[in-house]
Structure formats: structure tokens, C-alpha cells
């Protein structure tokens, strides 16, 4: 490739770390806090701490292998290199995590738009329209560059995390009640009611997979992109767990639970205009969060084709911006083509997903289905950790993940058997394993062997 047909490298370990900090944070933290505080009850920090062991754990995974092969095509390319007879293993992989990143774009911007009728007492016919318009503006950004991308992407991240720093601030400095921390959930076993929160919870770390996307844009992608996701965690997880720690001392556990908007709904009880001051910022989360996955899954896209397991059309670079412009339009359509699936398919069809007593949205099933499709792919990641350090030990690491028995890493082995716990435990639903086989049929199509 000439210069021209090259992504231009201009990312350094501060905007790597924030932009993965953006897509961890999330507006997981907003929802998630409240349904593990049901499980923990006033423990819940137990389940955040034990959480973030488990993101740790897949992270230095991560980290490692993107210090070995810093591509965009990241977690396809980690798979291929460990199972290098399963091809097909790897790029389900691959898929996966590009789902992760459509579906999450998807799931996010209709969550912006709800958040945004609410605010401005708007009518909920607007929130197909409104998401779809953040999608278009946020492909737009995506395009234009990787700077304007990373200087908004800071901005936003700032004003997300701030929201928790104040939830923090309130919590400490005017509690409304005294919390046992080791008081739990009377109805549960206290260490069951720890781990089923966690599991819960967990999901709330996921984004760091997607860092290492930005790998062929980066300075010293082997050195920077595995600091950037050690640091990224080790700041989300401090905030979550000062967040875990205050958020009880403003309101009960099993209020928590209760709520649609644990976060706001307890901030208020010591500060009432803060309700509405963390509804905005949740804005400010869902835009950060939209545009991080539409970032993550073009560049994964882009590295695909570029190893030719997708049409060499998605490897396409323009000349101006130095950007894959048409990953970049291919991933905002599926985006945009998902919105409108999972709004108007229900409606045109009268089609209900209901199982016993729970009734499934459409879009909240995509947004389940897009966690696990991280998930299973965090297993393989895992696993191919352990394989590459049998049959490539001598090749140049960068970082290393600690804790060995001589070749063996012991960490991705806990992690993967924590996560066939957290799979046991939350995924339940036939329906969502149903729908992620689906993603794969689909991703099928479009596979061509290299």
C-alpha cells in the first residue's frame, strides 16, 4: 500500500486510554449498578470488585496479544494466529465482535433518543428518527477523521465520567442513610447473591475489547494500545467501585433495584436538581458510546477485508481523510438498518417475544445478543492466550500478562472459567443464544477464505 492508502497513524496512549475509558463507561453504569445492587444488596461494591478481577483477567489478555499483532482486525487476528487450521473459528470471532459493535452503536443511539424525548417531554414517535439522525451526524464525524473523532470522543468522555464523580461527591460528602457493607439481600445466599451480581454487572466493563482496533492508527501500537487498556480499566474500575461504595449511601439496595434510573434517582435524594443534570449527561454517555462503536467496528471491518476474509471493497482508504470510508458508511447502514428492524419489524408484524412472564424488546434483545457475542468471543481470546504460549513462545512480547506456571498463564484460564460461570448464570434465555447463532448464520454470507 502507498501512504495514501494507509490509515493515518496520529493516536498516542492518552486518546487510546480515554477513548477505551468512553466505551467502558458507557451507559451501562447507569442501569447496572441498580440490578446488581439487587442481587448484593448493600455489598453490591463486593460484586463490582470481584467484576472488575474478571475484566482484568481478559483484558491483560487482550493487551497481550495486541503487543504480539497490532492490527485493526485485532481479535479475528489473535484467533487465526493461536488456531491457524481454523479459519473460519477465527473469523466467527471477528463477527462477533463487529456485531458487538453495530449492535451497541444501535442499542446506544435509540437509548440517547429515549433519554431525549424524556428530557424534552417529546413524543416517543421521535426516537427512531432522533437515533438514526445521531448515527448519520456520528458516521459523519467518523469519516471526517480520526482527530476530530478522538478530540470529541475526550470531550464527551470527561463529561460522562464527571456525572459519576458527582453521583461519588454526593455520596460521601451528604449521605442520606448509613449502609452495612456487608449487609446482602436476605433472600439469596450472601456468596451466590455476590457472584450473580457481578455476573450482572460485568457488562458493564465491556469496550476495552474494542481498543485494539485502533491499532493501525497509533503510535507504537505494540507498546501503546496495552497500556491503554490496562489504564483504561484500572480508571473505570476505580470510578465503579467509588461509584458501588456511594451510590448505597444514598438510597437503599432494593430501591436501587427498583429503579429505571438508579443513578439520578439517588443522587437526588441530596441534591434534587442532580436528577436532571446526570438525564443530560447520560446524553453526553450514549453520543460517546455510539461513536466509539461506530469507530471500533469501521476499523475492524477495514482490517477484515484488508485480510481478506471480507470484500476488499471495506479496505478502501480515502485519500483525503486517510480513513476507510466505505467500513466507515457500511457500518453507520447496519446501524441505521438495525434501528429500524428492531422499531417498525414489531409493529408492521404485531410480532411479540414474550418467554413465561418476560416480555423481550426487540432492541434490548439485539443489545443482549451483542453482549454475548463479546462474551463467547472473550472465551476464545482467552484460550488462544494460552495457545500462543506453547506454540510461539519466543515471539517478541511487549507486555506480558503476570502470573505463570512457566509457559502456562494462569489468569485467561480463571477468566475462562469465570465466564462460563457469568454465561450459566445470566444468559438463560434460549431465546438470546438463538438470535446470536442467527448473527453468525448471517456473518456466514459475507465470509470469504483467505
Known sequence: MSEEEKLKR??????TTLFGVGLILGAGIYVLIGRAAGFSGDAVWLSVLFSTFIALTTGFSYAELSSMYPTAASTHTYIE??????SLLAFIAGWLIFFEGVAGAATASVGFARYFTQLFSMSEYWIPFIAIALVVILSFVNWWGIEESALMTVIFTFVEAGGLALVVFLGFMFPQRSPNYLGFNPTLDPIIGILIGAAVFYFAFTGFELQPTLSEETREPRK?????????????SLLYLLVALAVVRLLPWDMLAESRAPLADAAATAWKPAYMVLMFIALFSTTNTVLGFLVSASRLAYGLASEGILSERLARVDKWKRTPYVSVLVSGLIAVLTILVTVYLPEITGLEVKFGEVEYKLIDMVGKT??????LAFIMVNIAVIILRFTKPDYKRYFTIPVNIGRFPLLPAISVALIVFFLAVSFTDWIIWVSTAIVVLIGLIFYRKS
Not at 81 to 86: G, S, T, V
Not at 224 to 236: C, D, S, W
Not at 370 to 375: F, G, R
Open 10 to 15: 496520529v493516536l498516542g496512549l492518552g486518546y
Open 81 to 86: 494466529k493461536a488456531f491457524p487450521r481454523r
Open 224 to 236: 501503546t494500545i496495552p497500556r491503554a487498556i490496562i489504564l483504561a480499566l484500572l480508571v473505570t
Open 370 to 375: 451483542s453482549s454475548l457475542a463479546a462474551i
